[in-house]
């Protein structure tokens, strides 16, 4: 009981971490792509929730990597066989499938974010009235309506600040992966200055911000359970405890040995999950998702060879 209470509290101190990390990176390119979005933060609340259910999925891959590596990496006398160090991690695995449960419970947010992005332009629009110099800020964009004849959208580039744009109509893709301009001016004030117009203008290749609607949350449970086993099976199969005879002894004294081996057992779990992601913004077949498990067992298995080719360098760390 005390061995599962150990590896239920490393898994329940990695998830905030490795979940936070991923959050943090959502919301610095959330205030990127949306450079108004402190002005209206309640705006940002379909948004907030897939970046809330990825960074619980990736931390789950994350957290579930470090505590199983570094439990199958404690030296044990006699070394004990494959079913029976499955049997020892297995209350990691159901906690993964736990977590990765909770996240399918969250609310999707927008599917459909463009449409919600090309709503707040719409409504800047129409706010205009019969005003003819006053503007009107298109929240969570950055952007202003000039209710001067023509109308036109104006304000800084998002993301790119020393660059303005003025259009006359600004529509977002569906995904709010493309834009599509019509009327465009830009200029740019640095070390040239540059002024550009164009008649229309796309943007393709931006960042999409909803779960892939080609998986409803049954499967992608399923998809999410069946990568979690792919990597626990294949920590379980390529770790190999050593016997203490094989372990060197632990140098005091070195105390950022212990993280650093925590975060290279971290990388499987992270590969697997960026790969997920990655996948899933690009709206992939459920068979595409192979590639992501490949990548994470590819991983534990280098990591392995490594952990048994240089033992004595991994043994340093044999009181995680």
């Known amino acids: 009981m005390t061995g599962v209470r150990r590896k239920l509290g490393q898994f329940g101190l990695a998830l905030p971490a490795a979940a936070a990390c991923v959050a943090v990176l959502g919301l610095i390119r959330l205030g990127r792509q949306f450079p108004a979005a402190a002005s209206s933060p309640a705006l940002l609340v379909p948004f907030l929730l897939p970046v809330l259910a990825l960074a619980l999925e990736a931390g789950a891959f994350i957290a579930l990597s470090t505590t199983q590596l570094s439990e199958l990496s404690r030296p044990l006398s006699p070394p004990p066989g494959a079913l029976v160090r499955a049997r020892a991690t297995l209350p990691l695995f159901v906690l993964f499938l736990l977590v990765v449960g909770v996240a399918e419970l969250i609310p999707r947010g927008t599917e459909h974010p463009g449409a919600f992005a090309n709503e707040l332009v719409q409504t800047a629009r129409d706010s205009c009235g019969g005003s003819g110099s006053a503007k009107v800020p298109i929240p969570l964009l950055g952007l202003s309506v000039t209710c001067a004849e023509p109308r036109r959208i104006e304000g800084p580039m998002p993301g790119v600040r020393a660059v303005e744009v003025a259009m006359l109509e600004l529509t977002f893709g ?14 740019a004030s640095r070390a040239l200055r540059v002024h550009l117009r164009a008649g229309t203008a796309r943007i393709a290749g931006l960042a999409p911000w909803s779960r892939s609607p ?31 005879d094989d372990a060197a002894p632990l140098v005091p004294g070195r105390f950022w040995r212990r993280p650093l081996l925590r975060v290279v057992f971290a990388l499987p779990g992270a590969l ?22 490949l990548l994470g067992v590819l991983a534990i298995g280098l990591l392995g060879l490594l952990a048994r080719r240089l033992s004595r360098i991994f043994s340093s760390f044999n009181a995680l």
């Open 272 to 293: 697997l999950s960026a790969s997920f992601i990655s996948l899933d913004q690009d709206r992939a077949a459920p068979v595409a998702y192979l590639w992501a498990a």
């Open 214 to 244: 080609r998986l409803g949350p049954l499967a992608r449970f399923a998809i999410l359970a069946a990568l979690g086993a792919a990597l626990w099976v294949a920590a379980g199969l390529g770790f190999r405890p050593r016997s203490p």
């Open 174 to 187: 569906d995904d709010l992966r493309r834009v599509e301009i019509r009327g465009l001016e830009l200029t």
